[in-house]
């Protein structure tokens, strides 16, 4: 009888950043929704034109993409460097990046439909998201 080996979508590395992508935007679009729900004077989402549920797609959308496509990078650090990173260090990285890129999607209020009150604002949510995908993905890392 041929020995059958059961399939997991993480073990393919095509589909693996696909993956990635879909749990970093359902993680950005709790975060970014919970924080336009309870503190709506700092962090706004739709506009006139924008509705509040599509502000909210391609303001996460565009910040997951962004955390997606920063894991190659980070990897090649990691090559050049000779070790794995840290799980602090990959939490140092991202604070990084979500700072820059909330604050770059709020630049974008008028085609996104997302602002925030201040920078302050994005360090909030930059340190809040930070945490947040770093669970998620541990918990994702853990499924492999």
Same mark, same amino acid.
């Not at 950043?17 to 309870?38: D, E, G, H, M």
């Not at 995908?133 to 541990?138: F, L, P, R, T």
């Given at each position: 009888?041929?020995?059958?080996?059961?399939?997991?979508?993480?073990?393919?590395?095509?589909?693996?950043?696909?993956?990635?992508?879909?749990?970093?935007?359902?993680?950005?679009?709790?975060?970014?929704?919970?924080?336009?729900?309870?503190?709506?004077?700092?962090?706004?989402?739709?506009?006139? *034109?924008?509705?509040? !549920?599509?502000?909210?797609?391609?303001?996460?959308?565009? +910040? &997951? %993409?962004?955390?997606? #496509? /920063?894991?190659?990078?980070?990897?090649?650090?990691?090559?050049?460097?000779?070790?794995?990173?840290?799980?602090?260090?990959?939490?140092?990285?991202?604070?990084?990046?979500?700072?820059?890129?909330?604050?770059?999607?709020?630049?974008?209020?008028? *085609?996104?439909?997302? !602002?925030?009150?201040?920078?302050?604002?994005?360090?909030? +949510? &930059? %340190?809040?998201?930070? #945490? /947040?995908?770093?669970?998620?993905?541990?918990?994702?890392?853990?499924?492999?």
């Amino acid at each position: 009888m041929a020995k059958t080996k059961s399939f997991s979508p993480l073990k393919n590395p095509g589909i693996v950043l696909v993956v990635t992508f879909f749990v970093l935007w359902t993680v950005n679009a709790l975060i970014v929704y919970l924080s336009s729900r309870y503190f709506p004077r700092a962090v706004v989402l739709g506009t006139a *034109n924008i509705t509040p !549920g599509w502000a909210l797609i391609h303001a996460v959308g565009t +910040l &997951a %993409l962004l955390n997606t #496509f /920063a894991i190659p990078f980070v990897r090649e650090i990691e090559r050049v460097k000779g070790r794995r990173l840290t799980a602090k260090e990959w939490m140092v990285k991202y604070f990084i990046l979500n700072f820059v890129a909330v604050w770059a999607i709020a630049r974008l209020a008028d *085609n996104l439909g997302f !602002g925030i009150s201040s920078w302050r604002v994005a360090f909030v +949510l &930059a %340190l809040v998201l930070d #945490f /947040a995908q770093g669970a998620a993905m541990m918990k994702l890392e853990k499924l492999k």
